[in-house]
């Protein structure tokens, strides 16, 4: 697809409230402010005076949850408050948690799998760890259930302000789409973009939104659950054809199998904070390897430098640490440096929302 010069300068902020009506009265209203480059859109969200929060990588409250979490008992107790306040949160939010998850477990969805399933795939040690409160990780069909609703939780989470999934997804989601556009726009050797790759697309939410906006261009959605993936495929079928139908690869986002220089644009959303820091260096290479000369690289995950979360309180930081097995090695991570280390040039980074940050990066030409 090539990018349209006339769309790339301006691009969504944030969402606030307004307070104010013609008879004086108050109300709630939410106004989308508009930015015009991406370092404006990171200004708009504060960061802390720390380089990561006080609670992960290796400072002596980190440690104190950490051997919190690594006794059995309590670990148990956390894993099922922390999945209660998610679906707590998210049903407070308008968001059908339950009703989402029924939907999906009493579909045809099963009939998936044997389509997707590569049964020859070797997991990789780290990612049979238990994840979000599942004892099986991503393997099962009750994680892979509640993937998109736990999703949606995240945006709007992000944007507390927001009064809808979709008014926080303008936000979230859009200024990530945006800062693709504006780092491809700048960077590369050709505003085409003909072959996507979604690493880590999980049920295929951020795998949509890039075939939404790159309507001409090929996408493939890669995950290493079978599970996530068989709902990513029935989720897409049920929406109907499109121009470009997406392709669901289930493979290792370290070895993936793809010729090099096969995609023009490489993305990974809110996968890193799930890796050992190994992973990240290896997933970085195989893009680095995947991508053309000029393409580009989409990160998308946790700040460690966002306000919110080095403020996050005892309680919520502790439940999440215990659903994250990987939390306090991600924060220690120099992901601007790994991605230098690899060979990518042109790395910027900022955040995209109050949470999260957005790494774009180019391979040279």
Not at 66 to 82: D, E, R, T
Not at 313 to 332: A, M, Q, W
Not at 339 to 345: A, C, D, H, N, T
Request: glycine share 6%; proline share 5%.
């Amino acid at each position: 697809m090539a990018l349209s010069s006339h769309t790339h300068s301006f691009s969504v902020l944030s969402v606030s409230k307004t307070a104010e009506n013609g008879n004086g009265r108050r109300r709630g209203r939410m106004v989308v402010k508009m930015a015009a480059s991406t370092s404006e859109m990171a200004a708009a969200f504060e960061e802390g005076q720390l380089e990561r929060p006080k609670w992960s990588g290796k400072t002596p409250l980190s440690r104190l949850v950490g051997a919190l979490i690594a006794f059995k008992p309590l670990s148990s107790v956390l894993k099922l408050g922390a999945r209660q306040v998610l679906i707590r949160t998210a049903e407070k939010g308008d968001i059908p948690w339950r009703e989402m998850t029924k939907e999906i477990l009493e579909s045809d969805v099963y009939k998936e799998l044997e389509s997707i399933q590569n049964p020859s795939l070797v997991y990789p040690d780290y990612y049979l760890n238990p994840f979000h409160a599942y004892d099986e990780g991503n393997l099962s069909w009750l994680a892979a259930a509640e993937a998109e609703p736990a999703t949606m939780s995240m945006v709007r989470r992000a944007i507390p302000n927001a009064s809808t999934v979709d008014e926080a997804n303008q936000v979230v989601r859009g200024n990530w789409l945006q800062a693709i556009e504006q780092h491809h726009l700048q960077y590369s050797r050709t505003t085409i973009i003909r072959d996507i790759l979604d690493i880590g697309c999980s049920v295929g939410v951020s795998t949509r939104f890039l075939a939404d906006k790159f309507t001409s261009a090929n996408v493939t959605g890669l995950d290493l659950s079978p599970y996530f993936l068989s709902v990513a495929q029935y989720k897409e079928k049920k929406k109907g054809p499109r121009k470009n139908p997406i392709k669901w690869m289930h493979a290792n986002a370290e070895d993936t199998g793809f010729a090099p220089q096969s995609f023009d644009l490489v993305s990974i959303s809110y996968v890193f904070h799930e890796c050992p820091e190994r992973a990240i260096i290896n997933i970085l290479k195989e893009a680095f390897k995947l991508l053309r000369p000029g393409g580009t690289i989409v990160v998308s995950d946790q700040s460690p430098k966002s306000k919110i979360l080095q403020e996050m309180s005892p309680v919520l930081f502790t439940l999440l640490k215990s659903t994250e097995p990987f939390l306090d090695e991600y924060h220690l991570t120099d992901l601007e440096g790994r991605m230098k280390g690899v060979g990518f040039i042109n790395v910027q980074t900022g955040l995209t929302d109050p949470r999260h940050r957005t790494l774009t990066a180019t391979v040279p030409c």
